[in-house]
């Protein structure tokens, strides 16, 4: 398993390799769902609602620009953006989808049907993780310690991550964020805008996921 969806009074969603898909209510009775694909799922969000403004939408990221949509867990819609690229991480605002992943590759959705991948100054970095905060802010975070901010999901802000490890994943916290990667690596932003991070000890030494 990759990665869980999880979002208050919906199911929680698990995804895993070879286009395998779970949902539970309880977090003990699991129902793996028929996802019509064998493509390995790297993480997955929920999504506010449909272009329609009727229900809200479960989006999958995961091998080779592949992309799953639902409304309903019966039915899922494949997408596929032509690239070679792996997705390993997929967020959502209020209003927009971003999902990041190998060369710096960043995809944005207003609503999970139409994608559009804006130019980034990274270099090539492979992406790893992206979440987003309440208050606005977008953070993804990837190999080499690379950490960005964005306001919008399209244009990009590098911050100083104070580790050149290679960052897993990121989280939003009541004050701000966290991103852990390889050799135990754990930085902490208590700025709330992901501009000031410092190194905590996790001690651990191999690589952390969460």
Do not use: K, M
């Amino acid at each position: 398993i990759a990665d869980l969806a999880v979002r208050s009074g919906e199911p929680v969603v698990a995804v895993a390799e070879y286009g395998q898909l779970f949902t539970s209510t309880d977090l003990v009775n699991w129902t793996r769902e028929e996802t019509g694909t064998s493509r390995w799922l790297r993480s997955a969000t929920y999504f506010g609602n449909t272009p329609t403004n009727t229900a809200r939408l479960l989006v999958a990221s995961g091998q080779s620009g592949t992309l799953l949509v639902s409304e309903d867990f019966t039915s899922f819609r494949t997408i596929d953006l032509n690239t070679a690229d792996w997705l390993e991480g997929i967020t959502a605002s209020d209003t927009r989808i971003v999902a990041v992943g190998d060369n710096a590759a960043i995809y944005t959705s207003d609503d999970g049907t139409n994608w559009v991948r804006p130019a980034n100054n990274f270099n090539g970095v492979w992406l790893r993780g992206v979440t987003w905060r309440s208050n606005g802010v977008f953070v993804t975070v990837g190999e080499g310690g690379l950490i960005a901010t964005s306001s919008n999901g399209i244009n990009w802000t590098r911050q100083n991550s104070r580790t050149t490890a290679n960052l897993n994943r990121v989280v939003a916290t009541p004050t701000g964020f966290v991103a852990v990667g390889e050799g135990g690596a754990v930085v902490v932003d208590s700025s709330g805008n992901g501009t000031t991070w410092r190194n905590a000890s996790s001690g651990a030494t191999g690589p952390i996921n969460l």
